[in-house]
């Protein structure tokens, strides 16, 4: 089991920044760590996903050159810094990972979630 943990959403004005923050605990073997979020009356959809052993990122088109994901291995950590935010970027960010060999971008083969931090940018 992956017990994930994310903070670090909140209110931020348009052109602001935020960067969230994902702790995992419990077996924290991961192969992949990611970012999805959920708009009211949207679909949760993939941003970013970080291979752990490698660091390669993948990242959503809407998001390239705006949002960066990184890791922390020894703080077992998944960060997202996300810059220029737009209110379109106003969503439900969850932190989700996987202990197996997935497609990265795929929302369905993440096996662990967290509970997901609200972040609303005002225009």
């Known amino acids: 089991q992956v017990q994930l943990v994310e903070s670090g959403g909140g209110l931020v004005q348009t052109g602001g920044s935020l960067r969230l923050s994902c702790a995992a605990s419990g077996r924290t073997f991961t192969t992949y760590a990611c970012w999805f979020r959920q708009a009211p009356g949207k679909e949760r959809e993939f941003v970013a996903a970080i291979r752990w052993s490698s660091g390669v990122t993948y990242y959503t088109d809407s998001v390239k050159g705006q949002f960066t994901i990184s890791r922390d291995n020894a703080m077992n950590t998944v960060y997202l810094q996300m810059n220029s935010l737009k209110p379109e970027d106003t969503a439900v960010y969850y932190c989700?990972?996987?202990?197996?060999?997935?497609?990265?971008?795929?929302?369905?083969?993440?096996?662990?979630w967290g509970q997901g931090t609200q972040v609303t940018v005002s225009s």
């Open positions: 989700a990972a996987s202990t197996d060999t997935i497609t990265p971008t795929s929302r369905n083969q993440y096996r662990y």
